[in-house]
């Protein structure tokens, strides 16, 4: 180094040059660091702040795994809090196409990714009752990353699932012949789900509705109270990476679900099974396109049970249950129509025909007719009038039913006969405004409002276009078209002193640990007629079943007031022109004197020869009727001449000897039969306690290892009481008869136990009977 | 032979003429450039730790790897930092400063050869047995800096216009060969066009190795040591015209010209210009980078929360680090550290200001500004500002060599903050 340092450099020359220098230094200085505030806070800050919501909301939309946790779907419960609908946990299958390909595609073995797609999504359809082209074909749909397999696995599905899932897989074998495994989980993934579980298919199908595949109610209560049911999903928002694997839980934020509420219906498991019971009795016996029921707490207007069919069930409400309606569909199938028509045939399938079908009430309108007429003192109950089989308003002749006339009668007996003349010229008195004013006053004009979807709007004349003729033929009930739950509602209201209420079908709203959160109080609509009137109506109807059109429904030991009904359908196209389309009804309640619960049976177009409300519909009441009355402790009171037929007690006679098991037999008007020689009797028939009529058969054997005497049921249709009795003394049987078995021209029309059955001598059989002459109304 | 006698020295109590005084000095080390480093350093392998973690795991299976190797790289830089900050810069002022050119040179031209040989496309590593692979282009920064520094030094009296000759420090000392060099350009464009010819020696050959950042920032380095050392003003005004309307003409005019290098940069500005996703490997990087920036918000995700480094951001340790930064620590934590930078580089020109030696002083700006030019170029393709060159984050990024290199160049600015003794003005 030969550099040589100048120790003494001129100072001032010196620091003049530093000032240059520190003055470059300086503006190099300003320079970058402008450039570099200019890409940071400017550039990065213009990011943030100006794009930074949209470049997060794209990057989520990769990042972000969001699974959703449904919520359990509220239990529904009958009024005693027996669940109908309960809610299981489920699972959805998904898989990840896009990662199986990529997989294969590294491992990079020709066939093996079509041969895996193959194996593993055939096991899968077996396990969950798929198609395998399906499965294979949502496995291979590598365009996505996320695509759901099967939705609603069950727990048992879920066993079979998980061990196809965690089962190694080889796809190769290493050089050392070893196994290259790979596992379906790294694939496969679940989401949760919920079940819905209807422990009894068809009970209550159409109150209750169903849920489409997402779990929300699309028909009935389900969807009325879809909010309430459906409670609050949560959602659980995971981060993944690149590779679509899910990061660790410090990623994760859990919304929490909140449960559906519970649902407590007014239905009455109970009451609900006798009226299906009886109309699917009716269905079949009659042959008919449907029937429906409803049964009403005439107080409250709660509903106890209310149904229709053929119903469908719940656990498959897809399938079509009314043959005719599949068949007619089938031919459609391959067509354009094809789903819609298929949607509308479940849909109303689907639907209450209660709540969302209109029909002409026909004869049982003729109380509101009557209350109207009565409330306004046009008629009181000495009104008379004489039919002559036709009435003429204004040019235009409408027959009775009874073309002959049922010449003088009064009041109440122009409601049992039913007489359309006598409330044609009662309409007409009125005059259409104060007919109206009831008409409203009833709600035949609005719906009900009762907690369900879908309710039928009534087809009525309006005010001011209401002609004569149009307000002679609604005197009667023809020519308008009401819902069946808009008649019951009324008839509640001649049954409870005149207050219209609003029908409901749930009681309230419970939480998971059943407590209330909210109720639904009966509410008053209005106080229609009086409850003098309401009063006087019930009394005539009660003459109805007693002596009138709706015998059919007399019950030995209450006093039932009811009215029958068959209505002409006007409006339907008839295919054949002697056919006879018609609604048969009876619309009733109970006890009379004081109504606790209210019944409206119809039979829709039964089939064959003609046959009205009383013939058809009244035994359908009075079998939903009776058993309800008892079920609810409606104490029976009977009249003189039916405590004389009022059936007896079998006394215990084992152990007794034969001479005194004859005195105990006097002793209760019944008749002994002994067999065998023995002297002491070792067994008896019916057994001790059991019921049976006046003048029944006890038979007691005396013989040890003697067998039982048996006796095949005969059939006693069409039989009538003096026969019935005879028939069963021959048999050794005991019959207990129901129904208006005194009564002229009553005859046995169903008996419990079924013709040719072999039962033990000293049986009992009920008997059914039910009036088929001169019903018309 | 005389050691270079600074002029205030404390406690220097080694005898004249030794080894020792000629090897090391003994001034104070400029405590708040010290720091700084120290707090950018820290924050830096902090936060490639946290950027690193999902990429380690996924390609090596532990979280830990890059982050043991960074640590394992700065612990080598620290040491050569301490060491280079107590070595006498000024034995680069000589022939030296040359040879380090001539090897560079050499190296470069090597690397090339090598790589044109093997047909590789990329051509600016050589591959080190045992080590890994090797940049010569880093060292080629700090080769130019130091190459230019000796010979504005030699220059400074023409540069200037100085009448006197007398006024620039080591004017006397010039050797035998340095004073033929100067009288061959003995004015002011001689001189000027001499040491961009210098230069652009380095810059050509980092060009043909197609590494265009490293290109632009030696372009970038070269003009700026040229301003320090007082070439006119007129250069800048026809070179930086020049050079920005070649700019908007390869970016928007007539991007095809850059076929001329290869494919790869028509595409990386192609890419830029059309914001391709579809391609998703070409644009989707700088895309990524968009979103995680844009996720950060004010306040960011919070530390290790970043959700773009799980895979979405490819390579998010290294050249796209700062999108991860800005995504956990936010805007606010983003500028923290860029004013870390700006008070560095601020704190770097304060040194070169109050060094009496002038080539301590252009050794200390060049550096400086070869820091500041990286954020700045980093920034700017992390931000989608500027074509994605590949041009690391100083103290962020991982890469031992480079950290390596930029502790020892910090180790230089520590051993001319030695010699100050100008006290602030």
Redesign the interface.
Known sequence: MSKKWNPFPKNRARHRNHLMFKLRARSMTFFVFALLFAVSFLRVGWIIFVHGDDYRSEAEQSQLYDTEIRAVRGTIYDINRTPLVTSASAWILCVNPNEILKFFNNVNIPGAYEAYCEDIGGRIAKAVGMKKKKVVAMMEDSEHTYVRVKKKVDATERLALDEILTAPYAYAKTSRGADRNVYATSFFTYESDTLRLYPENNFASTVIGVTDNDGSGISGVEKYYNTDLSGKAGRIVTAKNARGQTLDSSYETVFDTTQGSGIILTIDQNIQRYLENALVNALESTGAKGTFGIVMDVDTGAILAMSDKPDFDLNNPRVLQDAAAAEALKAYEGTDEYAQMMTDALYAQWNSYCVTSTYEPGSTFKIFTAAAALEEGIVNLDTTYTCNGAYQVAGTVIHCANRSGHGYQTLTQGLMNSCNPFFISMGQKMGVETFYKYFEAFGFTERTGIDLTGEAYPVVHQQENMSVVDLASTSFGQSVRLSPIQMITAGCAIANGGKLMVPYIVDSVVDENGNILSKNEPTVKRQVISEGTAATVRQMMEAVVEGGTGKNAYIEGYRVAGKTATSEKLDVKKTDENQLLYVASFLCFAPADDPQVAVLVGVDEPPGEYRGGGVLAAPIAKEVLEPTLKYLNVEPRYTQEELKAISKTTPGMIGKSVSQARALAEENNLTIKIIGEGETVLSQVPSAGSTIAKNGVVVVYTNSGEAMQTVNVPNFAGMTAASVNETAAAYGLNVILSGPSDAAGATVYQQSIAPETQVDAGSTVTVDFRITENMDD | ??A??P?ARPADRSKPGTLRRRLFQHGGLDITFTCLVLILFAIGVVMMYSASY?TSV?KTGSPNTYFRQQLVAAAIGFAVMLLISKLDYRILN?IWAIIIYVGTILLLGFTLVYNVLKGNTMKRWIPIPGFGQFQPSEVAKFALILILAYMICIFAPVL?G?E?R???????????GERIVFSLFDCPWKATVFMGMTALVIVGLVLLEKHLSATILLVGLTF?ML??G?VKKIWFIVLGTLIVAAVVYVLYINPEITKVFGEYGYERIMVFREKDTAGRTNYWQTQ?S?????????FGVGFG?S??K???LPEPQNDFIFAIV?EEL??VG??II?LL??AL??RG?VI??RTRD?FG?LLV?GIM?QV??Q??LN??VV?D?IPNTGIGLPFFSYGGTALVLLLAEMGVVLSVSRSCTIEA?
């Open positions: 032979m005389t270079r006698t002029n999902a996924s000589s200037k100085a006197d007398s006024t620039m420090p080591n004017l006397g000392g010039l050797t035998k700026a301003w320090a007082g990524q968009l979103y995680a920036i844009g996720s950060g918000g004010p929360n959700k773009q799980q895979l979405w800005v936010g805007y983003g500028m860029i930078f700006a580089v601020w020109f070169a200001t002038y002083a700006i500004m500041c030019f954020v700045i920034i700017a931000t500002t003005a």
